[in-house]
């Protein structure tokens, strides 16, 4: 599952779930109502590139969830901003909800990985560029307004940068700047084989503050991540951070403008520098930004929210979280609490919150908080899913597993229901994998969802699946579960046999 900001995102906007013709309008990203609200055409993609074509108009795609917390903070800030809302209208507006029919296949015809995803289209179907973060909402009015004129794709824009950067326009430096450069798998499969093209960029990047922006996102893109969250930096990385990230600590545009990198990737590569003073103080800079970004009245809740991350992370990174830290989550999580009042808005920062809690040591609240979120929530399942998430981070496997369990059977929508099958049968391939018969039967739970779906193996839930199979192999291997394997690849390729032009890929799911 994409959780998004606090282990899940990336610097994107994607798309979304459920049949939306059938949806109530609370759920739907907005109706039309006198130039008041965004006039999406729902569903209909391929009626919406018609009518781009026919009006000249470029396309305006946007695929989301209604259970997906950056997906909502999109819908109670940016969907509603008047600013915005006028800048869709040179455009074809189309929302994609992931659990619609056809919509996986969509998502392999576009490249599209996670939720949300906002791609600019030309009226004859051709990328412009895509965004896939909440926290890009506030630079998309901006960006429509630079995409709407331009007749140049994203693959020949990138061919052309790759070629002679120096050579960009303004508006290609623009588009290159906020393109999603770690949420593309149509582009860059491998998000690392990004890094050289965004070195280039930041060496021919016309003014300092873009240099800097793409000279980060090539180190938050290519650094290696061990499994403790503790970044490894060469020291070729290291002396490129010291130079660029005082700097841009240093102007309040520029943090702003880099807040996800902030927020999220940079404390974990300032923790791993090996010059102790520098590291200090750089962390001390960090932690002021953050607290800039925390303090900003224009920025989202969610921004100003997720910010203390940088505080957690670097407490971390030392072994263990002050209390000041602590005391400092708890004060930010309840000022979010009392100030997200829509549904909308406490299914985008809620969960992220209880995260914040968890990680800084009070795993308690942070449960508390997940409840009492849950009883009010339409989309339970998510709460549920983070819940044991928790237990099995405290050593709690029945009790991971039960929530996992609750989770799917609570969840909605084809490709969801699949995807939070995944979830429960890989919390049992973690926390029971002695128990055959557990394994077994939450593997055939992931093998029905797929069986209600005919021809939908496509992109998302083909990557997943995919993923799930490997690990099923792994499980296989190491206890002796060849019997329970073949079994359930029997039961698959009969699934698959309804997978139409994509049924030899689903057979190669533990190939």
């Known amino acids: 599952m994409t959780r998004t900001l606090p282990a899940t995102l990336a610097m994107a906007l994607a798309l979304a779930f459920a049949t939306t013709g059938c949806k109530p309008a609370a759920e739907r990203p907005a109706a039309t109502a006198a130039g008041k609200e965004i006039a999406w055409r729902e569903g209909d993609v391929a009626d919406a590139l018609a009518e781009a074509k026919e ?31 006028a800048e869709t209208q040179a455009f074809v507006p189309v929302y994609l909800d992931g659990d619609s029919k056809g919509a996986q296949r969509w998502g392999e015809q576009f490249g599209i990985s996670g939720y949300p995803t906002v791609i600019v289209l030309r009226p004859d179907g051709s990328e412009i560029t895509r965004v896939s973060s909440a ?9 429509l307004r630079t995409a709407a004129g331009r007749t140049t794709s994203i693959e020949d824009l990138l061919a052309r940068a790759k070629a002679d950067p ?23 499969k491998d998000p690392a084989s990004a890094v050289p093209l965004l070195e280039r960029l930041a060496a021919a990047a016309p003014q300092p503050s873009l240099q800097r922006r793409f000279a980060l996102l090539a180190l938050v893109v290519g650094a290696e991540q061990g499994e403790d969250g503790k970044a490894r930096l060469t020291a070729a990385q290291q002396a490129r951070l010291l130079e660029i990230l005082p700097p841009i600590l240093a102007d309040a545009a520029e943090v702003k403008a880099n807040r996800q990198e902030l927020s999220y990737d940079v404390a974990p590569m300032v923790a791993a520098l090996s010059d102790g003073k520098r590291r200090e103080g750089l962390s001390r800079a960090l932690i002021a930004a953050a607290d800039s970004l925390y303090a900003d009245p224009s920025a989202s809740i969610a921004d100003r ?56 040591g009070d795993h308690t609240a942070a449960r508390k908080l997940e409840l009492a979120e849950l009883k009010r929530s339409e989309q339970p399942y998510y709460y549920m899913s983070s819940l044991s998430d928790f ?7 029945a009790g991971a597993i039960e929530w996992a369990r ?12 699949v995807q939070w099958a995944i979830l429960y049968s890989r919390t049992v391939l973690r926390n029971a994998p002695d128990d055959k018969a557990a394994v077994t039967k939450a593997a055939n739970a992931v093998i029905d969802e797929l069986g209600k779906s005919p021809d939908s193996y496509y992109q998302r839930t083909r990557v997943k699946v995919a993923d799930w199979g490997d690990k099923l192999r792994s499980w296989s291997a190491a206890h ?16 698959c046999g309804e997978q139409g032009t994509q049924a030899a890929a689903c057979r190669q799911w533990t190939a």
């Open 55 to 85: 009006s000249g108009k470029p396309a305006l795609l946007y695929w989301g969830a209604v259970w997906c917390p950056p997906c909502n903070q999109m819908k109670s800030t940016l969907f509603k901003d008047p600013a915005f809302i």
């Open 305 to 360: 929210l997720n910010a203390t991350n940088a505080d957690v992370k670097l407490a971390r990174a030392s072994g263990k979280v002050p209390a000041g830290v602590l005391a400092k989550v708890r004060d930010s999580v309840a000022w979010a609490d009392a100030n997200a009042r829509d549904k909308m808005t406490r299914q985008g920062v809620i969960d992220d919150a209880a995260y914040l809690l968890f990680n800084a």
């Open 480 to 495: 002796n579960g060849g019997q329970v394997l073949a079994g359930l690849r029997s039961r698959m390729d009969e699934v």
């Open 406 to 417: 609750k989770a799917y059977e609570a969840s909605q929508g084809p490709a969801t229901r």
């Open 166 to 188: 120096a050579r960009l326009a303004t508006d290609d430096w623009r588009i290159l700047s906020d393109f999603d450069w770690r949420n593309d798998p149509k582009h860059f």
């Open 391 to 397: 237990a099995e981070q405290d050593g709690d496997k």
């Open 135 to 143: 926290t890009m909402a506030s630079q998309l009015p901006a960006l």
